[in-house]
């Protein structure tokens, strides 16, 4: 009887142990709101929506999303104001906004630094010219920008290193890869993508050749990528596609870029050409090319290194690659079209996929089991479910 109790206890701390809920937080652009999923193991459903911005007539575009290092509070851009774009600070579990700065046109993705506790922010400049653009430096103690680094035309993804002490960004139209000095608030290196994808091995066992279509040029990928973004958000009248006679067109057109947790490596995703290069950031060369579907266009890696999971906008679906191997270990189909986001669990269990949808479709969520490679459960929210950022375990 002893023993049998020893065992019945004993089975009901490990379940206890094992319970846990995660949390993200989702930004639905057109929506004008941010969404907090909760997922329990095998259900995901938003439990708070938050209303964000202050112009009730006007959709701001929430769109870059990232939580602190601490997890204390959370930051969001949103993309559109008079003239240039904004950032808030709110706190977590309350998410009351306590702070906001005026940033540059069209302000995207951002991460704060663990070492020098600034924020840096990308300005995406959708709708000036295709000129060089700017990362916004912020205090975010005091929400002060205190300075902005011009890179290229449109940068777009980017994130930091584990230690705080370099930013990646990349620059969607000019086909740039950017390091900057998170210290001195200096680049410090600048890498042609076009040219590195060129330079760059292939290693022939990664491509799936079933799925691509020779038959296809770089331009109409490029075309069908676009047509997934909201262009009711555009302003082309402002978009001067002719005044940049010094700055190329970029073919491979990078979107994201994001670090690896324990090795000098970043992994940059070519939009428009259709693969994801691994870059060394001490050989400043790409080591490594992944071929992968359409629309590659935003990427996370895994806190214990093993998984890169790449969200492919114009297909609609999300790859699970094993980075040891450098093999796609499941390319899986999303809940609906155009999807966007992703983010990892910090004990790199699960991965979180932002799906925007098409018109009046509502946002979702996926939830991916990265030791299954399987799609678990969708939680749904707003319109145009865009930039996604873990929060926390809660056990």
């Given at each position: 009887m002893k023993k049998t109790l020893i065992i019945?206890?004993?089975?009901?701390?490990?379940?206890?142990l094992q319970a846990q809920n995660y949390y993200v937080y989702v930004a639905a652009e057109s929506e004008d709101e941010v969404a907090l999923v909760k997922f329990d193991g095998k259900k995901a459903e938003t439990i708070k929506n938050i209303p964000v911005g202050?112009?009730?007539?006007?959709?701001?575009?929430?769109?870059?999303i990232t939580v602190g290092p601490e997890g204390k509070y959370w930051y969001l851009s949103l993309a559109h104001g008079n003239p240039y774009g904004?950032?808030?600070?709110?706190?977590?579990?309350?998410?009351?906004?306590?702070?906001s700065v005026t940033l540059g046109l069209f302000p995207a993705s951002m991460q704060v630094s663990a070492a020098t506790g600034l924020l840096y922010c990308v300005n995406f400049n959708l709708h000036g010219d295709m000129v060089p653009?700017?990362?916004?430096?912020?205090?975010?103690?005091?929400?002060?920008?205190?300075t902005q680094i011009t890179t290229g035309a449109m940068p777009h993804g980017s994130r930091l290193t584990p230690d705080g002490l370099k930013q990646y960004s990349v620059a969607m139209m000019s086909g740039e890869l950017f390091e900057i000095d998170a210290i001195s608030l200096k680049i410090t290196k600048t890498l042609d993508l076009d040219e590195a994808s060129k330079m760059a091995p292939e290693d022939h066992s990664m491509m799936d050749h079933s799925k691509m279509d020779m038959g296809k040029s770089k331009m109409d990928d490029e075309k069908k990528s676009m047509a997934g973004m909201d262009h009711s958000q555009m302003d082309h009248s402002k978009m001067d596609m002719g005044g940049m006679p010094a700055m190329k067109h970029s073919a491979?057109?990078?979107?994201?870029v994001s670090t690896h947790p324990t090795k000098n490596l970043v992994y940059v995703a070519g939009n428009g050409a259709a693969e994801v290069l691994e870059i060394s950031t001490d050989t400043w060369k790409t080591t490594r090319k992944f071929i992968t579907d359409k629309g590659p266009y935003n990427i996370d890696i895994s806190p214990d290194g093993k998984r890169m999971v790449v969200s492919y906008k114009t297909a609609a679906k999300t790859g699970v690659w094993d980075l040891e191997s450098g093999k796609e270990l499941a390319r899986l189909d999303n809940s609906q079209k155009v999807t966007h986001g992703v983010a990892i669990s910090s004990d790199s269990k699960f991965a979180f996929v932002s799906v925007e949808g098409i018109g009046d479709d509502p946002g979702m969520v996926d939830v991916i089991d990265l030791t299954t490679n399987r799609l678990i459960d969708t939680a749904y929210l707003g319109k145009q479910a865009g930039g996604i950022a873990f929060w926390k375990i809660e056990r």
């Open positions: 019945v206890f004993s089975l009901i701390a490990i379940t206890a202050i112009w009730p007539a006007e959709n701001e575009g929430p769109h870059g904004t950032l808030y600070k709110y706190e977590t579990g309350t998410d009351k906004a306590v702070g653009s700017t990362v916004s430096v912020v205090d975010v103690e005091s929400m002060t920008e205190l491979f057109k990078p979107t994201w």
